[in-house]
């Protein structure tokens, strides 16, 4: 498989006034090309740290992050910005979608600014809210709002794609939709799928699956089977 | 506890608190400053006023013998009249380029308690015996004088020698200009001499006044007696009579006084206004952020009236600093701006007026601003239940505008001009608040920027346009104009010669009546240029009279109108003689009325008479020119146009500071306001703006939201502030419109251009300023906050 990342030894310390915390404590691994990983671990556990840092919002304190052979630990914040303009797609926990601008118009937000954008009508059919592209996130629900959030990412058609507990704020039946829709976009776009949560469940329809513990990375599990997210209870 | 919050909240926001004191300060200043300014310059005028016993009425005759004066005495209400003898004399000065022009005023040194008492700042009293003067301390310093000096006057084409024994000052010249034409005071040219009134006799072979001041007994108002020491003095050739609110001296010191009690009034209300709202959407936003731990002081059992004070201690801190920081700026500005005005006032100084009441007075009204806003962005969060108050607030809901209907215009804009657009309907009250400051802001520049345009323009054209003669003889009385004409023309280096009739007279329609002067000039005058509004030259009609816009309104007269003439120059007129008005023109320097030299000769029947001539000379045989009709007994004056016209540029120099002030106001007014709604904007809208940059958009996209949003707002902002800015100046040209200056409602295209330049400016320069809080949004930290 083609690897699009390779990060070595990445370790980052926060200053937490006058303590000093490691979020992350040399991390090695590499992500490739149309796989979906889950990162699991407790609160604190440094997942939503590994993810900035992946995402281009954060840089490692030492330790080397490579995108395409190209290195981002020593990117400049305008290089980082290209990097998450053109090759990273972001889903939050809580939506982020702009409260004034409708469905159509978040994802056009995301979309005007990718060189090669994904047409919005197919990504709003494609998340199941084609009629309801006029409407303003406080006219959605919470399932709603994070479809769109995740159309907003796909919009700007990126190279990999990260999620910080997409469905911690979603009940079950919605949950199971929004994984599809993630499942789907690694296994028809042959994009990479980034995916941390703390719901255990979620890491069966994972190729591959990072655990984390107290900021260190310790142990990556392969998944040869991994199960359509339709099949998943918890 | 709570006070150490406070501070290290005001801490964290200290650029908007900042802004928002620096415009306090500049309003308590102005405030206190102007008002003290005031006060001094009216105790100063009262006791100057009251102490040399300054008259309530003036008159001019032609002659009054010195017998007369008893009878008038007994007028009723008349308290004290005084005859003086006037008169305007050249000083000999050869050595001078221009003309040094002395009006001696006579006085009665045995007299005591004498009206218009002159204030003997150094010398010695006069004495009737020899030719001693005293003369105005401007005059005394500007020619270098000394003491027992003598200074020669040519009176009747003889040299006189008068001795100078003192200077001081007189509450009748505390403004004093040679001729209503004038301006400015000009010591270096014009001064005032008292003379004792035997010498002045001697001087001029007079036994008669020409001149009366008189005071009124209490309670007695001018228009009182005027009718009966009108009759009385008709006999004796009556010039004018006018109250002392028609002085020329007093009424230009009174027009100050009011115009800076205008500005003490106006210009704190509007920066304090300001500032409350700077204050009211800080508080607010501060608040909104706040709601949890205002549901914990709550849950904790602190009351209603603790948090608000804790919450009205950030206004109250603020209004103090400011306050009190611009007053005491105020007090010591009031000494140098009384200072500057006293240039112009000849006054004595009377102790500067130091007065905590200001200080006091402006802490009151910025506290009243100050906690008046704080209260009103406070009130809502007070009336949540703690838990209420612990919950997030409900998120922010968007909707449609009434601007999407347009399509043409909403598919122009990015998305992010449509978040912006929307983003004005999402706050209305700051919004509203951007679009007020932007449109002062616009409205000021624009119109202190024509303001100065159009004085210089006014003043200027009078003399590139209006008057383009060279040089301006004014004759001491009226001549046959052919002869004189032909006299001056011959002279070598005259180019030409025209003559001009300045007869005073009474306009009257109905009941309203106005005292000017009608100016009579030759047709087709190439010296003398008649405009109208547009700047092209008008023709003066072969019968009728022009009148000033202002006159015309005054009179009440418009075209077709029969005015009735009277005039004290012509014995045995016949007063129900009438003109006919054919034309209103604008006047901005003066108020007169214009005839054809030829129709206003026959008009009065009095020959071919004129009063002074306009020359153009070249420009080496002026000075010949001077020399050869200075001594003449008939020469009044001799005016060089160039001379003027430089000196009025000097001045206009110096006015043109304050013009720069005002911009600076507008730019501090238009970069505190943009300046604190943008930092609010950011903290208010850090998720959204967190998210977009994650979307990977540049700091500069993301803040392009932000100052979309003000573009827009700033665009119709100043739209508005064009007919605004109209209001400013048509309040200001009312306020000081008057029988010497009048100011057409007129703003350039130039203005508003810069106006637009120095509001784009500031703007732009704030948003600079909240561009840098932008950069500093930590995206983990601000995505990682519950909403």
Redesign the interface.
């Known amino acids: 498989m083609e690897t699009i990342m390779v990060a070595k030894n990445l370790t980052k310390t926060y200053q937490m006034g006058e303590v000093k915390v490691e979020a992350l404590k040399e991390a090695s691994f590499e992500l490739y090309k149309g796989e979906l990983v889950v990162v699991l671990g407790p609160s604190g556990s440094g997942k939503s740290t590994l993810l900035n840092i992946i995402g281009g919002m954060d840089q490692a304190t030492s330790g080397e992050l490579y995108y395409l052979n190209k290195p981002l630990h020593t990117a400049n914040s305008k290089e980082l910005t290209l990097y998450r303009r053109h090759d990273v797609g972001f889903v939050f926990q809580f939506y982020n979608l702009m409260p004034n601008l409708t469905a159509y118009e978040n994802i056009n937000l995301a979309a005007q600014i990718a060189k090669d954008p994904l047409p919005i009508k197919e990504l709003l059919e494609k998340v199941g809210l084609a009629n309801r592209a006029d409407h303003f996130p406080s006219q959605l629900s919470g399932g709603e709002q994070q479809r769109i959030a995740l159309a907003r990412a796909l919009a700007k058609n990126p190279q990999i794609m990260l999620c910080d507990e997409p469905t911690g704020a979603l009940d079950f039946t919605t949950s199971i939709q929004v994984l599809k829709l993630l499942k789907d976009f690694s296994t028809s776009y042959g994009k990479t799928v980034v995916v941390i949560t703390h719901n255990t469940a979620i890491a069966q329809i994972a190729d591959r699956i990072f655990y984390l513990k107290d900021g260190r990375l310790v142990k990556i599990e392969h998944n040869p089977n991994p199960l359509p997210p339709e099949k998943v209870t918890w | 506890m709570l006070r150490k919050k406070m501070l290290r909240d005001l801490k964290e926001n200290k650029g908007t608190y900042l802004a928002c004191i620096v415009v306090m300060i500049l309003g308590i200043m102005v405030f206190t400053a102007f008002s003290l300014v005031v006060d001094n310059l009216k105790i100063s005028q009262k006791s100057f006023y009251t102490e040399q016993n300054f008259a309530d009425g003036f008159a001019q005759v032609e002659a009054l013998p010195f017998s007369a004066i008893g009878n008038l005495q007994n007028i009723k209400g008349i308290k004290q009249i005084e005859g003086r003898i006037v008169k305007d004399v050249q000083v000999y000065a050869p050595q001078s380029q221009e003309n040094i022009y002395l009006r001696l005023v006579s006085m009665d040194p045995s007299k005591e308690n004498r009206l218009n008492d002159f204030l003997l700042e150094k010398g010695t009293p006069l004495s009737n015996k020899t030719m001693n003067i005293w003369v105005d301390n401007k005059f005394f310093e500007a020619q270098n004088l000394k003491l027992n000096d003598k200074l020669e006057i040519i009176v009747n084409g003889k040299i006189r020698e008068l001795k100078v024994v003192g200077f001081g000052k007189s509450p009748e010249f505390i403004y004093a200009l040679r001729t209503t034409a004038d301006l400015y005071p000009s010591p270096e040219t014009f001064g005032i001499a008292f003379v004792p009134i035997e010498i002045m006799e001697k001087i001029f072979v007079t036994g008669v006044y020409n001149d009366l001041v008189f005071s009124l007994e209490p309670g007695v108002d001018f228009e009182d007696i005027e009718d009966t020491l009108e009759y009385k003095l008709k006999p004796y050739g009556l010039r004018s009579l006018i109250p002392r609110k028609d002085q020329v001296s007093h009424s230009l010191l009174e027009m100050e006084i009011t115009s800076l009690e205008t500005m003490a009034r106006v210009m704190p209300v509007m920066f304090l206004g300001i500032a409350a709202m700077i204050l009211y959407i800080t508080l607010k936003r501060l608040i909104e952020q706040q709601r949890g731990q205002i549901g914990i002081l709550k849950a904790f059992g602190y009351t209603r009236g603790e948090i608000l004070s804790h919450y009205l201690s950030y206004p109250l801190v603020i209004a103090l600093s400011g306050s009190f920081i611009g007053g005491i700026l105020g007090i010591i500005l009031a000494g140098p701006f009384t200072s500057m005005y006293r240039l112009f006032f000849n006054m004595p100084e009377a102790p500067d007026n130091f007065s905590i009441l200001y200080l006091i007075l402006g802490i009151v009204l910025s506290l009243t601003f100050a906690l008046g806003a704080g209260y009103q962005g406070c009130k809502n969060i007070l009336k949540l239940e703690p838990a209420q108050a612990l919950r997030p607030p409900s998120?922010?809901?968007?909707?449609r505008i009434l601007l999407e209907r347009i399509p043409f215009f909403w598919n122009m804009l990015?998305?992010?001009g449509?978040?912006a657009v929307?983003?004005i309907s999402?706050n209305k009250g700051r919004s509203f608040f951007i679009f007020v400051g932007i449109m002062f802001c616009f409205a000021i520049t624009a119109f202190t920027w024509s303001m100065n345009d159009l004085i210089q323009k006014m003043l200027f054209d009078q003399y590139e346009k209006v008057e383009v003669y060279d040089l301006k003889i004014s004759l001491s009385q009226s001549v046959d104009a052919k002869a004189v004409s032909r006299e001056l023309s011959s002279f070598p280096g005259v180019n030409r010669a025209e003559p001009m009739a300045e007869i005073p007279v009474t306009l009257k329609n109905k009941w309203l009546e106005k005292d000017v002067v009608i100016l009579g000039l030759p047709p087709n005058s190439h010296l003398y240029n008649i405009l109208d509004a547009e700047g092209n030259s008008v023709e003066l009609p072969d019968k009728g009279i022009l009148l000033s816009e202002r006159l015309a309104s005054l009179l009440n007269a418009s075209l077709g109108t029969k005015l009735n003439v009277d005039t004290p120059l012509i014995e045995d007129w016949d007063s129900t003689k009438q003109v006919e008005v054919r034309g209103i023109i604008p006047q901005y320097v003066g108020i007169n009325a214009y005839m054809n030299i030829n129709a206003l000769q026959e008009f009065l029947k009095a020959g071919p008479l004129a009063t002074s001539f306009m020359l153009t000379t070249e420009k080496e045989r002026v000075i010949p020119l001077k020399e050869k009709y200075r001594e003449s007994a008939l020469v009044a004056s001799i005016e060089a146009k160039e001379e003027s016209f430089k000196k009025l540029q000097e001045l206009m120099a110096s006015y043109g500071s304050f013009i720069y002030i005002y911009a600076l106001i507008g730019v501090i007014i238009g970069f505190a306001i943009i300046y604190s709604s943008s930092v609010i904007t950011v903290s208010e809208r850090s998720?959204?703006l967190a998210?977009?940059?994650?979307?990977?958009?540049?700091?500069a996209?993301v803040l392009s939201v932000v100052t979309f949003e003000q573009w827009f707002l700033g665009l119709g902002a100043m739209i508005a502030g064009i007919p605004m800015s109209k209001l400013m100046l048509t309040g200001i040209a009312q306020a000081i419109e008057s029988d010497i200056f009048s100011m057409p409602v007129v703003i350039s295209p130039t203005s508003y251009l810069l106006a637009l330049i120095i509001t784009a400016i500031s703007i732009w320069l704030a948003q600079q300023a909240a561009a840098g809080k932008i950069k500093k949004l930590s995206?983990?930290e601000v995505?990682?906050e519950?909403?």
């Open positions: 998120p922010p809901s968007g909707r990015t998305v992010q449509m978040m929307r983003n999402r998720r959204e998210s977009m940059m994650v979307l990977g958009m540049t700091p996209e995206l983990v995505l990682k519950r909403e």
